[in-house]
Nanobody, 125 residues
Framework: QVQLRESGGGLVQAGGSLKLSCVPA????????MAWFRQAPGKEREFVAA????????YYADSVKGRFTISRDNDKNTLYLEMISLKPEDTAVHFC??????????????????WGQGTLVTVSS
């Protein structure tokens, strides 16, 4: 069974930094586009960032562009999200997602094949 396990969330003050990790089990990340989504309290799930299977293209939501960096280490089979200059509005459960690389839809869509259970990022003011 495929499992996506996120880690690295926690409580941080505004302006601080966190690095999230996602370790898929049961698949190798090189075969998948990978992404991060998040869901804030009382809000709908939203796209955060994505990286293509070869790592050559990255995509970011406007709200995080310039502050977050998505990367992948295929040798370690791990996805990362480096977050700096965190804001209280970044508070959300962050989900790792993976989709087969032959998907035709844009990466910002929710059409991913596997999802993690989330890691909570809380940013205090």
């Amino acid at each position: 069974q495929v499992q996506l396990r996120e880690s690295g969330g926690g409580l941080v003050q505004a302006g601080g930094s966190l690095k999230l990790s996602c370790v898929p089990a049961g698949l190798t990340t090189i075969n998948f586009d990978m992404a991060w989504f998040r869901q804030a309290p009382g809000k709908e799930r939203e796209f955060v960032a994505a990286i293509t299977w070869a790592g050559g293209h990255t995509y970011y939501a406007d709200s995080v562009k310039g502050r977050f960096t998505i990367s992948r280490d295929n040798d370690k089979n791990t996805l990362y999200l480096e977050m700096i200059s965190l804001k209280p509005e970044d508070t959300a459960v962050h989900f790792c997602a993976a989709r087969f690389r032959n998907r035709a839809t844009i990466v910002q869509n929710f059409e991913y094949d596997y999802w993690g259970q989330g890691t909570l990022v809380t940013v205090s003011s």
